[in-house]
T-cell receptor, first 111, second 112 residues
């Protein structure tokens, strides 16, 4: 079966750093995506990893270890507007662009 | 604005009715998708079309029928609506069958 696990909720303080973990078990692997979803809005693309290592994009970075079935999203210099759900999605092998999503991690940033 | 758009944004209807949701993208993408996000917030893919051809068809009741009149549009028709169909339905598109997917604003369907 396909399984994506993320913590349900996290809290952090404005200006701090937070790491959101994602572990996956899928039938093969062809890439991992992170999306941000504010309440009542569409998911918006944040990052993509297909090779092991760290991808940095401004305040956001994403890490992948394929051998461990593990990824994390690192958010630096947290701002209040970063309060949202963060969705981890894996593209398994052999199926066009079919993404398997985790349930998302709801992040609350406090002053 | 270049984007993925959906209509309607909200849809409240009675059990047993038939309804349609429309999606349009002006990004020039070749591939479009329908996802369902239930109350537990899981996003699950339902269908995908590439250049008007169905390429992903998940285990979805056959009351749900997608239709792509051209590669910029993907509509979803639902027959005999049931309570369990209440969810947010998101349309998405990507340049090809391998590229990043971009989502529309969602259609909030409530079946009473």
């Amino acid at each position: 079966g396909q399984n994506i696990d993320q913590p349900t909720e996290m809290t952090a303080t404005e200006g701090a750093i937070v790491q959101i973990n994602c572990t996956y078990q899928t039938s093969g692997f062809n890439g991992l995506f992170w999306y941000q979803q504010h309440a009542g809005e569409a998911p918006t693309f944040l990052s993509y990893n297909v090779l092991d290592g760290l991808e940095e994009k401004g305040r956001f970075s994403s890490f992948l270890s394929r051998s461990k079935g593990y990824s994390y999203l690192l958010l630096k210099e947290l701002q209040m507007k970063d309060s949202a759900s963060y969705l981890c999605a894996v593209r398994p092998s052999g199926g066009y662009n079919k993404l398997i999503f985790g349930a998302g991690t709801r992040l609350a940033v406090h002053p | 604005d270049t984007a993925v758009s959906q209509t309607p944004k909200y849809l409240v209807t009675q059990m047993g009715n038939d309804k349609s949701i429309k999606c349009e993208q002006n990004l020039g993408h070749d591939t479009m998708y329908w996802y369902k996000q239930d109350s537990k917030k899981f996003l699950k893919i339902m269908f995908s079309y590439n250049n008007k051809e169905l390429i992903i068809n998940e285990t979805v009741p056959n009351r749900f029928s997608p239709k792509s009149p051209d590669k910029a549009h993907l509509n979803l028709h639902i027959n005999s609506l049931e309570l369990g169909d209440s969810a947010v339905y998101f349309c998405a598109s990507s340049q090809g069958t391998w590229e990043t997917q971009y989502f529309g604003p969602g259609t909030r369907l409530l079946v009473l």
